[in-house]
């Protein structure tokens, strides 16, 4: 008897694997340097994660340091994030507004438009969520739906589509002349990355919400919102109120490329040095050059960029 206690007692403990583990965002930063010990068990974490979780936080205080400057100073910023479904930009929006005040932080993603708002001015929805002195708002999909979704789906007629392509740049003009800092990142993700995260949503039940009839369309459609996407940058990439690409194949590096970019855009006190918020120029590409790139090869769609 005593024999198989000490054999369940000297039983060893099931090891976990590190596949099956996905450790909340900052945990493993947090834990690092922690020694081993009695129900504590260890966890794979690789060393360019930590290195993401540490250069996020910087930025993320960088943020902090910049909303208290607009409060302040009664700035207003208005950040417009589009691209195709699942290319990464609800991710980046959690990570930019984290640790920062929500009074003077909001997101705006509004739903499809009902009977009163389909018969109003196109622009009418959208200007009650422009910001006020010292906000942050950011719009998770914005106007530019009439430039993509609803001419690939049928959602618009193609003269609704055409004036919005050309009434657009002026209602922008105006923004930014009023003294709104408008950002306007296009977040661009290669098919094959698209349809990974697709499935990833089937399988993850914290994913669900995001499953959607069109997104297996997106993929059907994926020439079609190549060649929308074309003419939304020629007719809207102005110098006043540029296109900002950012490949985001990779999440994580698509993430801190973008925070560098707003942060390196604006002034604000006890700021970092530039070094700090230079951006990969792979990773962040200005609407110009992501033109000449689709121009090259729009005959040849399989070479074009999401």
């Not at 009902?114 to 622009?123: A, H």
């Not at 709104?180 to 669900?208: H, M, N, T």
């Amino acid at each position: 008897m005593s024999d198989n206690k000490n054999k369940k007692k000297n039983k060893p403990q099931k090891q976990i694997s590190c596949k099956k583990i996905k450790l909340l965002e900052g945990t493993a930063s947090r834990n690092e340097g922690r020694k081993p010990g009695k129900g504590k068990t260890a966890v794979c974490v690789k060393n360019w994660h930590l290195a993401y979780e540490a250069e996020l936080r910087s930025l993320q205080i960088e943020l902090m340091k910049l909303q208290r400057h607009m409060q302040a100073s009664g700035e207003r910023m208005l950040m417009i994030f589009e691209g195709r479904d699942a290319a990464g930009k609800g991710g980046t929006i959690k990570r930019i507004t984290a640790n920062l005040n929500p009074r003077n932080t909001r997101i705006v993603a509004l739903t499809k438009p009902n009977e009163t708002e389909s018969s109003q001015w196109y622009f009418q929805r959208y200007t009650p969520h422009l910001p006020a002195a010292g906000e942050m708002v950011l719009f998770d999909r914005s106007w530019y739906n009439r430039a993509m979704v609803e001419p690939v789906m049928n959602f618009c007629t193609d003269v609704q589509n055409k004036r919005f392509l050309k009434d657009v740049p002026m209602l922008e003009e105006l923004l930014v002349k009023d003294g709104i800092k408008l950002f306007k990142f296009y977040f661009s993700v290669s098919k094959d990355v698209q349809k990974e995260r697709f499935d990833a949503r089937k399988e993850d039940p914290l994913k669900q919400y995001k499953l959607s009839p069109v997104d297996n369309l997106a993929q059907k459609y994926w020439n079609e919102y190549s060649v929308r996407k074309f003419q939304m940058l020629s007719e809207t990439n102005r110098t006043i109120a540029p296109w900002t690409i950012i490949r985001s194949d990779v999440k994580k590096t698509a993430r801190i490329n973008c925070i560098k970019h707003i942060l390196s855009k604006m002034d604000y006190e006890n700021k970092i040095s530039a070094k700090h918020l230079l951006s990969d120029p792979k990773i962040i590409v200005s609407g110009i050059d992501e033109l000449k790139h689709m121009e090259r090869h729009l005959m040849n769609p399989e070479k074009l960029h999401g």
